[in-house]
C-alpha cells in the first residue's frame, strides 16, 4: 500500500514536499522502483521521478532542474521535493511503484496509472498565492 502525504497548498516560488508512505512492501525489494507522476487539471499523466531499490534516482529532463527525489529506509518512505512551483505545477500527484527486470524489456515508469503494479490514491496539491 502507497499513500501520499503533504501540503495541499503551496505558495508560488516555494518548494512543494511530499511523501509517499510505502506498507505491505520493502523500498529496497529487488527491481521495484519507486515513482513520483502527477495529473494537472485537463491533461494526461506526467512522469517526474522514480528511486530505484539501490538508491540511483532518475527524473524527468523537463522537470529534473527543479526536481529531487530521496527515501528513508528506516521508515519505508520516499520524498519529493520540487523547488520554485508555479500554478502550472497545480497537479494531483501520485506516487507508483513498477517492477523492472533489467534483463527484460521493458521501463522503470509509465505515463498509464495502470500500468504499474502499486500505487497510492493520489493527493492534489494546488500553486496559489
Known amino acids: 500500500q502507497l499513500r501520499e502525504s503533504g501540503p495541499g497548498l503551496v505558495k508560488p516560488s516555494q518548494t512543494l514536499s511530499l511523501t509517499c508512505n510505502v506498507s505491505?512492501?520493502?523500498?529496497?525489494?529487488?527491481?521495484?522502483?519507486w515513482n513520483w507522476v502527477r495529473q494537472p487539471p485537463g491533461k494526461g499523466l506526467e512522469w517526474m521521478g522514480a528511486i530505484g531499490y539501490s538508491g540511483t534516482t532518475y527524473y524527468s529532463p523537463s522537470l529534473s532542474s527543479r526536481t529531487s527525489i530521496s527515501r528513508d529506509t528506516s521508515k519505508n518512505h520516499f520524498t519529493l521535493q520540487l523547488s520554485s512551483v508555479t500554478p502550472e505545477d497545480t497537479a494531483v500527484y501520485y506516487c507508483?511503484?513498477?517492477?523492472?527486470?533489467?534483463?527484460?524489456?521493458?521501463?522503470?515508469?509509465?505515463?498509464?496509472?495502470?500500468?504499474?503494479?502499486?500505487r497510492g490514491q493520489g493527493t492534489q496539491v494546488t500553486v496559489s498565492s
Open positions: 505491505g512492501a520493502s523500498i529496497t525489494t529487488e527491481y521495484y522502483y
Open positions: 507508483a511503484a513498477k517492477f523492472h527486470n533489467p534483463l527484460y524489456s521493458g521501463t522503470i515508469y509509465s505515463t498509464e496509472l495502470d500500468e504499474y503494479d502499486y
